[in-house]
């Protein structure tokens, strides 16, 4: 059997074995399901979710406003890294500024953005953007920062313009660093949206948990997480396809040679 | 100097310092137009230092470099210099690499592939157009960059040790590429190298520098070795072992003032 075969076939034994015992301890009275609701209750509810159209607008919103965040978040940190990279000078003014920035539990200014822009999108997206933007900030940096020397040397002695740099040199080079923030950027988009939906607002996955949570409802809570991270997982294998294809030109690691 | 046809380049006195560190004191290099210089000298003596200052990166204390008879200011417009380390862009296969200064002259990646196809042909690379740079060997790629700055046809190329990674057998390889092409299309050429045979069996001359700090030119041997050369065979001859040995006299005692300096 291929490798991968084996993998995926590993990992469906190990849920199923998981789902299986915590299922049994329900039934059998060992775990309580007010605390932990069965597995049979949460595909239930879910199931039962699916089936409203309610349901699917808090998808669409929460969706909507993880896109929003993630494309304006990577657009933004990507430029300032870029800039910032090739700017020593501009790199150490605004150093400090973005470390404070960035040391701001971004939670608290989610009641800010709130009463900045209201309950609506607006505020969701910019508590997103506040965090997937030091993340492709910090990675767009780093990756313009260390380009190889040589290969920069040559391309100037190329006669390569500073646009050209640019556009061959500097961002192939800083894409392996680019993609592995988007990587961790989606997550941080979609925690951002439903982190804002949950502290205030009319609709998203966000609001969907935080109402199940108000009634103490905890098959509404874990049904609501399970939600969300096939959510994550969907948007992470799309992330995966471009990765794949932007990095053709990379050496296989050792091992799969 | 009149009457006198206008040499390609010409170092004049040039030093060059690093802070107050004196790499070269005193270095005179004349190249005429069309000729093959090879540069020998022991490590560190400045070689690399002085091609950067050929091709306008580095400018010197005192001394003058002049280009086609003209003073250089800047950057050197007629030069193509292939770098001692590998300067590929992993991200571009073999024939992007090779039309990469066509991009960067404005003209369309098709048009670059179109012109760059023929010069992987002529460095023996036909089939390798669609290559990564990982998928080629050291000898591959080292064809690779040099077809990367030939087929910007500069006027002067410069080498710094572009062979010294290879074995034998890819490097006698590499000279009868480099000679073939040379000799269909004949353009200044400097040459540095650490290895005496190689610099005689390709170069019109062979200069050497004494060991650095401070170093200089301590002789300048003109290679009488008729062309077209053929490289196996040229260096059993008794021409070839003479020009060996005088060149060595020069070279030996620099070498080892290096060693005894650097203990
Ligand atoms: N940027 C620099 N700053 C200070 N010293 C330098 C710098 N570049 C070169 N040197 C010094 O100048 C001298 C000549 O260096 P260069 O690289 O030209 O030597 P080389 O003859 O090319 O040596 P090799 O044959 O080992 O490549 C060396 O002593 C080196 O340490
Ligand atoms: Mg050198």
Same mark, same amino acid.
């Given at each position: 059997?291929?490798?991968?075969?084996?993998?995926?076939?590993?990992?469906?034994?190990?849920?199923?074995?998981?789902?299986?015992?915590?299922?049994?301890?329900?039934?059998?009275?060992?775990?309580?399901? @007010? @605390?932990?609701?069965?597995?049979?209750?949460?595909?239930?509810?879910?199931?039962?979710?699916?089936?409203?159209? *309610? @349901?699917?607008?808090?998808?669409?919103?929460?969706?909507?406003?993880?896109?929003?965040?993630?494309?304006?978040?990577?657009?933004?940190?990507?430029?300032?890294?870029?800039?910032?990279?090739?700017?020593?000078?501009?790199?150490?003014?605004?150093?400090?500024?973005?470390?404070?920035?960035?040391?701001?539990?971004?939670?608290?200014?989610?009641?800010?953005?709130?009463?900045?822009?209201?309950?609506?999108?607006?505020?969701?997206?910019?508590?997103?953007?506040?965090?997937?933007?030091?993340?492709?900030?910090?990675?767009?940096?780093? %990756?313009?920062?260390?380009?190889?020397?040589?290969?920069?040397?040559?391309?100037?002695?190329?006669?390569?313009?500073?646009?050209?740099?640019?556009?061959?040199?500097?961002?192939?080079?800083?894409?392996?660093?680019?993609?592995?923030?988007?990587?961790?950027?989606?997550?941080?988009?979609?925690?951002?949206?439903?982190?804002?939906?949950?502290? %205030?607002?009319?609709? %998203?996955?966000?609001?969907?948990?935080?109402?199940?949570?108000?009634?103490? *409802?905890?098959?509404?809570?874990?049904?609501?997480?399970?939600?969300?991270?096939?959510?994550?997982?969907?948007? *992470?294998?799309?992330? *995966?396809?471009?990765?794949?294809?932007?990095?053709?030109?990379?050496?296989?690691?050792?091992?799969?040679? | 100097?009149?009457?006198?046809? $206008?040499?390609?380049?010409?170092?004049?006195?040039?030093?060059?310092?690093?802070?107050?560190?004196?790499?070269?004191?005193?270095?005179?290099?004349?190249? =005429?137009?069309?000729?093959?210089?090879?540069?020998?000298?022991?490590? &560190?003596?400045?070689?690399?230092?002085?091609?950067?200052?050929? $091709?306008?990166?580095?400018?010197?204390?005192?001394?003058?470099?002049?280009?086609? &008879?003209?003073?250089? $200011?800047?950057?050197?417009?007629?030069?193509?210099?292939?770098?001692?380390?590998? =300067? !590929? !862009?992993?991200?571009? $296969?073999?024939?992007?690499?090779?039309? !990469?200064?066509?991009?960067?002259? =404005?003209?369309?990646?098709?048009?670059?592939?179109?012109?760059?196809?023929?010069?992987?042909?002529?460095?023996?690379?036909?089939?390798?157009?669609?290559?990564?740079?990982?998928?080629?060997? &050291? &000898?591959?790629?080292?064809?690779?960059?040099?077809?990367?700055?030939?087929?910007?046809?500069?006027?002067?190329?410069?080498?710094?040790?572009?062979?010294?990674?290879?074995?034998?057998?890819?490097?006698?390889?590499?000279?009868?590429?480099?000679?073939?092409?040379?000799?269909?299309?004949?353009?200044?050429?400097?040459?540095?190298?650490?290895?005496?045979?190689?610099?005689?069996?390709?170069?019109?001359?062979?200069?050497?520098?004494?060991?650095?700090?401070?170093?200089?030119?301590?002789?300048?041997?003109?290679?009488?070795?008729?062309?077209?050369?053929?490289?196996?065979?040229?260096?059993?001859?008794?021409?070839?072992?003479?020009?060996?040995?005088?060149?060595?006299?020069?070279?030996?005692?620099?070498?080892?003032?290096?060693?005894?300096?650097?203990?």
């Amino acid at each position: 059997m291929p490798r991968r075969g084996k993998v995926v076939l590993v990992q469906v034994a190990i849920v199923l074995s998981l789902l299986l015992v915590w299922e049994s301890g329900v039934r059998a009275g060992l775990i309580d399901p @007010f @605390f932990f609701p069965a597995p049979s209750t949460l595909v239930a509810r879910i199931g039962e979710w699916m089936s409203t159209a *309610d @349901f699917w607008t808090d998808v669409g919103v929460t969706l909507l406003e993880t896109i929003l965040s993630f494309v304006a978040g990577i657009a933004i940190g990507t430029t300032l890294g870029i800039w910032l990279g090739l700017n020593p000078f501009a790199a150490e003014v605004v150093q400090p500024f973005i470390k404070m920035f960035n040391a701001i539990p971004r939670i608290l200014l989610g009641p800010i953005f709130v009463i900045w822009f209201g309950l609506g999108l607006t505020s969701k997206v910019a508590l997103g953007v506040t965090l997937v933007l030091f993340v492709a900030f910090f990675n767009t940096f780093q %990756g313009v920062r260390e380009v190889n020397p040589v290969v920069l040397a040559n391309a100037r002695l190329l006669r390569a313009s500073k646009w050209s740099l640019l556009r061959h040199v500097y961002l192939p080079s800083a894409t392996t660093w680019i993609l592995s923030s988007l990587r961790v950027s989606v997550g941080m988009a979609v925690m951002g949206a439903v982190v804002a939906e949950y502290l %205030g607002s009319s609709a %998203g996955l966000g609001h969907l948990i935080a109402q199940a949570e108000g009634v103490l *409802d905890a098959a509404g809570v874990f049904a609501g997480i399970i939600v969300l991270s096939a959510f994550v997982v969907a948007l *992470d294998a799309v992330v *995966d396809r471009a990765e794949k294809r932007l990095l053709v030109w990379r050496p296989a690691p050792a091992h799969e040679v | 100097m009149e009457g006198q046809p $206008t040499l390609a380049v010409d170092l004049r006195d040039v030093m060059i310092r690093f802070g107050d560190f004196t790499a070269v004191k005193s270095m005179n290099l004349q190249v =005429g137009e069309a000729e093959f210089v090879a540069v020998v000298g022991p490590t &560190g003596c400045g070689k690399s230092t002085i091609l950067n200052t050929v $091709t306008g990166l580095l400018k010197p204390a005192a001394g003058e470099v002049s280009v086609f &008879g003209k003073p250089l $200011t800047g950057l050197n417009d007629q030069s193509g210099y292939m770098l001692q380390q590998e =300067g !590929l !862009l992993p991200w571009k $296969t073999a024939q992007d690499n090779v039309g !990469l200064g066509l991009v960067f002259q =404005g003209k369309s990646v098709e048009e670059a592939r179109a012109q760059a196809r023929p010069w992987l042909a002529k460095v023996g690379l036909k089939g390798f157009e669609e290559r990564y740079p990982h998928q080629l060997s &050291g &000898g591959q790629r080292k064809r690779v960059a040099m077809a990367q700055t030939l087929i910007m046809e500069p006027r002067i190329v410069l080498m710094d040790e572009p062979f010294s990674a290879l074995d034998v057998h890819t490097r006698r390889l590499m000279h009868r590429i480099l000679l073939d092409l040379w000799q269909a299309e004949r353009r200044s050429l400097i040459f540095i190298t650490h290895d005496l045979d190689e610099a005689i069996t390709l170069a019109d001359r062979v200069v050497v520098m004494s060991a650095g700090p401070g170093s200089r030119m301590v002789g300048d041997v003109p290679i009488t070795l008729p062309r077209p050369r053929d490289v196996s065979a040229l260096q059993t001859t008794d021409e070839f072992v003479a020009l060996y040995r005088q060149i060595w006299s020069l070279l030996g005692a620099e070498v080892e003032k290096s060693y005894a300096a650097q203990g």
